[in-house]
């Protein structure tokens, strides 16, 4: 069975290696990436608190 419809990878791009970037473009139709916060305020109100010294 071939898939016909199309893949949309949706990260925060924490874990992506430049060396990565082609291989995903190749393999999927579009990425999104969110933003759940700027700094420590932002993200603590998204995430939780200590949430954004981890990423």
Do not use: P, Q
Not at 27 to 44: F, K, Q, R, T
């Amino acid at each position: 069975m071939v898939y016909g419809g199309k893949v949309v990878l949706c990260t925060n791009a924490t874990l992506i290696k430049e060396e990565d970037i082609e291989k995903i473009t190749n393999a999927v139709y579009a990425v999104e990436i969110s933003l759940d916060g700027y700094d420590e305020e932002s993200c603590s109100k998204i995430r939780g608190k200590g949430t954004f010294a981890n990423t």
